[in-house]
């Protein structure tokens, strides 16, 4: 039964109510169990909180012991963006890869096993999908998290994914309004500017969105992204135009409307968390993301506190908050409903049951990430271990540097023996990318040669030193597994269309000729 502390007041239960923070560790901290007895609805999940399946089932089932309507958050976009497999890498193909297969049916289906994994540990809203339609090739955080650049394409993957998740029981958070996908800034950096027209907003960026509050998603986050299309003095995420005017009033949705992390420099720099998260609650937003850089007790206190302040003054009104609040345990409100049906003996009015930790593995993963397999060139099957050599970029924030990457581990279960190295761009390395290249070929030694690339038409230097490769060994093998938009190289070129352990899988029989 949900637990409230009777002695909190009204409005520092709203204000708690509207936050989502995170906390480190893989249990529940006393200072969040406290706060959950005095108002917090939802609580945010990162990696560094998730050990297995397990030890997650009974972080979630500890939170509702506290308070049974609990929201717990995840970024779980699959591909690329994983938590819940942040050790080794995601079961999954991500969006990039879907939107290449272009089968709505099997996005749904892997959309639902996500989801079905999720509700199996306690898991009920997921800060995904991805509705970013990736117009800039050179976008340095969106990338293969989006379906594509074909805005009809991205819509209906948008709402396949919706269903499919949904379907599991888990709520849907639709990212990032207005759309994110024709930036060249990271907005964990900076403050990106779109400089388009109203007209190609409208037909572009807005009509996944279209889709995904058809479809019925239950959450919007904004994006902190400046469009003076729209509003030329606030980004989205500080907008009443967008948020209320635009997605509120002109799309119709009713959902909450989550920001997106508002440690985040585009905000944090620029507003500062506190004054951040009052105008987005002024401007419409319901909940307030924070806590992947930002894991602490203060950072709640401080943004409860801004919050409740801000009603005093007369900054922000008391019925606006008060409605953000309600919002929030709407929806938390929709997910105990969903998993109470789905518990044995139920007769479940809406979803479908979510499944259970013991329910075994459907394999759609792996079966995506075949079918999203592009091949160019031809090879002999390799039947001796070669060499990976791994061309890394910097890491964007969303998805962590702690995932791994790439073949050489699926490569050397099938081929024992085989040996990887890793190579940077000269800032990380101090070498040029001729030097970076003559190390790895006498690494390789007589080996074949696997290189493993990552949206190589955005990194010069990993495109010299490829060239080098190639010039010296063109019997070299070349995998892509970022946005495929440079030129196929490489006696074969195999693109995946993501990074996911299951697509260096796919990569990895390509290869051999052989599935484990």
Not at 130 to 156: K, M, Y
Not at 240 to 248: D, K, Q, V
Not at 314 to 321: A, F, S
Not at 423 to 449: F, M, N
Request: hydrophobic fraction near 45%; glycine fraction near 10%.
């Amino acid at each position: 039964m949900t637990t409230l502390v009777s002695s909190t007041d009204t409005l520092t239960r709203d204000a708690l109510a509207v936050l989502q923070p995170g906390f480190l560790g893989t249990t529940a901290p006393d200072w969040l169990l406290r706060r959950l007895g005095e108002g917090l609805s939802s609580v945010g999940l990162f990696g560094r909180n998730i050990a297995s399946p397990e030890q997650l089932a009974a972080l979630t089932e500890r939170l509702r012991a506290e308070r049974d309507d609990v929201l717990v958050a995840i970024d779980e976009e699959g591909g690329d963006v994983t938590r819940l497999e942040v050790g080794h890498g995601s079961s999954f193909p991500g969006n990039y890869a879907l939107g290449t297969v272009d089968d709505v049916d099997l996005t749904r289906a892997v959309a639902r096993e996500l989801g079905r994994r999720l509700a199996a540990c306690g898991v009920n809203l997921n800060w995904a999908p991805s509705a970013d339609v990736n117009s800039n090739q050179d976008n340095p955080v969106i990338g293969v998290r989006s379906f594509g650049a074909d805005t009809p394409l991205v819509a209906r993957h948008t709402a396949a994914y919706v269903e499919g998740l949904q379907s599991a029981g888990v709520a849907a958070c639709t990212k990032h309004f207005p759309g994110h996908g024709d930036t060249s800034v990271d907005s964990h950096h900076a403050m990106p500017r779109i400089d388009v027209d109203l007209d190609t907003v409208n037909a572009r960026d807005l009509l996944p969105f279209r889709a995904a509050i058809a479809a019925g998603s239950k959450s919007v986050m904004s994006a902190h992204i400046l469009l003076p299309a729209l509003d030329p003095d606030r980004p989205a995420t500080l907008s009443r135009r967008i948020l209320t005017g635009l997605l509120r009033e002109e799309l119709g949705f009713q959902g909450p409307i989550i920001t997106d992390g508002m440690e985040m420099r585009a905000i944090a720099s620029a507003y500062g968390i506190e004054r951040g998260s009052v105008l987005a609650i002024a401007a419409g937003a319901d909940a307030i993301c924070v806590g992947g850089g930002l894991a602490d007790e203060d950072t709640v206190l401080r943004l409860r506190d801004a919050l409740v302040a801000a009603v005093r003054n007369g900054e922000l009104p008391e019925e606006r908050l008060a409605d953000a609040a309600a919002r929030v345990r709407g929806l938390a409100d929709w997910t105990r409903r969903v998993r109470g049906a789905s518990e044995p003996g139920a007769d479940s009015q809406e979803g479908t049951a979510p499944g259970t930790a013991s329910a075994p593995d459907t394999g759609i993963g792996l079966v995506a990430a075949r079918r999203a397999v592009r091949v160019t060139g031809g090879a002999e099957p390799l039947t001796e271990a070669p060499y990976v050599a791994a061309f890394t970029p910097v890491a964007n924030i969303a998805v962590g540097e702690e995932t791994p990457w790439g073949v050489a581990a699926e490569l050397g279960r099938l081929l024992p023996g085989t040996e990887t190295g890793s190579y940077s761009g000269a800032g990380a390395a101090g070498k040029d990318p001729v030097a970076s290249a003559a190390e790895l070929l006498a690494a390789a030694g007589d080996r074949t040669i696997v290189a493993v690339v990552r949206d190589a038409h955005r990194h010069r230097w990993m495109s010299d030193a490829l060239d080098a490769v190639l010039a010296a060994r063109p019997g070299t093998i070349v995998v892509e597994m970022g946005v495929n938009e440079a030129e196929p190289r490489g006696a074969l070129h195999i693109a995946t269309h993501g990074a996911a352990r299951v697509c260096g899988q796919a990569a990895a029989e390509v290869i051999t000729g052989r599935r484990e």
